[in-house]
């Protein structure tokens, strides 16, 4: 259930942010978090291109879902000072365009991961 498996997520991840703690580069998070969900069951895809259709024709310009887990719920990951609003939107375009219908944003360079403040929920109501 994807209920579950976001559960999961958010567990993976404070243990992640907990053991490595803030200032490293995303690509290592990214590691991390996939080491740990695969340790957790779960099956975890990275950089999955998400392709985009104009006018009936699939256009290949680059966008990549940085985790797809158990093919249901994306992970974006940042290891910025601060949460830029257009992070948000990637996200749900992502959900949009892939049609998945469970997300989150993580900012791993943060002191903490606090719900609505380092970590984000997305839902795509398609």
């Known amino acids: 259930m994807v209920k579950d498996i976001g559960f999961d997520i958010i567990g993976a991840a404070m243990e992640v942010h907990r053991i490595l703690g803030p200032g490293l580069l995303e690509s290592a998070y990214k590691a991390a978090l996939t080491k740990e ?15 985009i259709v104009y006018k009936g024709e699939k256009l290949d310009v680059g966008y990549r879902a940085d985790l797809i887990v158990n093919n249901e719920v994306i992970i ?17 375009t992502y959900l949009k365009l892939s049609g998945k219908k469970l997300g989150f944003l993580f900012n791993f360079n943060t002191p903490s991961l606090v719900y609505n403040e380092s970590y984000f929920r997305k839902v795509n109501n398609f």
Do not use: D
Request: aromatic share 6%; no cysteine; charged share 15%.
């Open 76 to 92: 974006e990951l940042k290891a910025v000072t601060e949460i830029n609003p257009v992070y948000h939107m990637q996200l749900l």
């Open 37 to 51: 969900l695969v340790s957790r069951g779960h099956f975890v895809a990275t950089e999955v291109p998400i392709g």
